[in-house]
T-cell receptor, first 114, second 116 residues
Framework: DVKVTQSSRYLVKRTGEKVFLECVQD?????MFWYRQDPGLGLRLIYF???????EKGDIPEGYSVSREKKERFSLILESASTNQTSMYLC?????????????FGAGTRLSVL | AQKVTQAQTEISVVEKEDVTLDCVYE???????LFWYKQPPSGELVFLIR??????QNEISGRYSWNFQKSTSSFNFTITASQVVDSAVYFC?????????????FGQGTTLQVKP
């Protein structure tokens, strides 16, 4: 079974703090994704990566950055957390091949910025 | 532009009722994939099905069935004889082959509550 693990289920941070959300997958997937989920808006893509050290912006990258130093790990960074970044964050991974592009998700991190 | 619309925000049914979750999509691509995911209260999105745009056959898996109609750009999901364990948020999603990234475009989600 594919396993995508997010380091924290719940996180509470203060405005202005630098926040790291970590995601690890164990299936040697090339693609990794970070989404945020908000009520009524579904999931929106923040950033994705298709290889080590490669990254591309998604639909809402402002206020976020990412790091992928190893194939299995994809980190989401909030450089200076703000209250409007309070949300549920979901990590996913998939194979690169388009015909095998099912994304597998972690359990999510619910972040509150006070 | 690509878009996925799940017009039903919340649905409430009583156990054993059948329920259909609607999904309408927009895309300019002729080749694409459609997905359904389930998000139970635990939070993790669980993959249910992927359908290729060239395959319009309906699919049945136990109590779950999916109706794909390209003519109406719809990919609806029916749960027969619903159970309390079906209570979850369900997401429909679209992936375009031309994007070459595997990026998914999600609908807003439908919250299904099944009461005993």
């Amino acid at each position: 079974d594919v396993k995508v693990t997010q380091s924290s289920r719940y996180l509470v941070k203060r405005t202005g703090e630098k926040v790291f959300l970590e995601c690890v997958q164990d299936m040697d997937h090339e693609n990794m994704f970070w989404y945020r989920q908000d009520p009524g808006l579904g999931l929106r893509l923040i950033y994705f990566s298709y290889d080590v050290k490669m990254k591309e912006k998604g639909d809402i990258p402002e206020g976020y950055s990412v790091s992928r130093e190893k194939k299995e790990r994809f980190s989401l960074i909030l450089e200076s957390a703000s209250t409007n970044q309070t949300s549920m964050y979901l990590c996913a991974s998939s194979l690169y091949r388009r015909d095998l592009n099912i994304q597998y998700f972690g359990a999510g991190t619910r972040l509150s910025v006070l | 532009a690509q878009k996925v619309t799940q017009a039903q925000t919340e649905i409430s049914v009583v156990e054993k009722e059948d329920v259909t979750l609607d999904c309408v999509y927009e895309t300019r691509d002729t080749t694409y994939y459609l997905f359904w995911y389930k998000q139970p209260p635990s939070g993790e999105l669980v993959f249910l099905i992927r359908r290729n745009s060239f395959d319009e056959q309906n699919e049945i898996s136990g109590r779950y069935s999916w109706n794909f109609q390209k003519s109406t750009s719809s990919f609806n999901f029916t749960i027969t004889a619903s159970q309390v364990v079906d209570s979850a948020v369900y997401f429909c999603a679209l992936s375009e082959i031309s994007s070459n990234t595997g990026k998914l475009i999600f609908g807003q989600g439908t919250t299904l509550q099944v009461k005993p």
